[in-house]
Nanobody, 124 residues
């Protein structure tokens, strides 16, 4: 069992930056691929970014490519999402998720463990 806890969300002006963290307990994340998803009010969960267990492979949604960076520190059992040049449309609850497989995935149902989410609000 893996417990995931997100942190780092908050209110930021458009153009600003935030760094989200996802800390794990219960098991090492070193054998899990990780992903970030988000859900805006009234919308479905949306894939944001994913990273392989080693960190060698990453994948981003087109909407965040060039602005967001996913990374991980397996020694600290933590995954990060650096978000730059934030836009109002990035406002959502952001969730991290763990996938017991080495490869990245954009598919929500392939992730077995989820955090509770952290709110990101971008004001104009």
């Amino acid at each position: 069992q893996v417990q995931l806890v997100e942190s780092g969300g908050g209110l930021v002006q458009a153009g600003g930056s935030l760094r989200l963290s996802c800390s794990a307990s219960g098991r090492t994340l070193a054998t899990y691929a990780m992903g970030w998803f988000r859900q805006a009010p009234g919308k479905e969960h949306e894939f944001v970014a994913a990273i392989s267990w080693s960190g060698a492979t990453t994948h981003y949604a087109d909407s965040v490519k060039g602005r967001f960076t996913i990374s991980r520190d397996n020694a600290k059992n933590t995954v990060y999402l650096q978000m730059n040049s934030l836009k109002t449309e990035d406002t959502a609850v952001y969730y991290c998720a763990a996938r017991p497989n080495v490869g990245v995935s954009t598919i929500r149902d392939t992730y077995a463990y989820w955090g509770q989410g952290t709110q990101v609000t971008v004001s104009s």
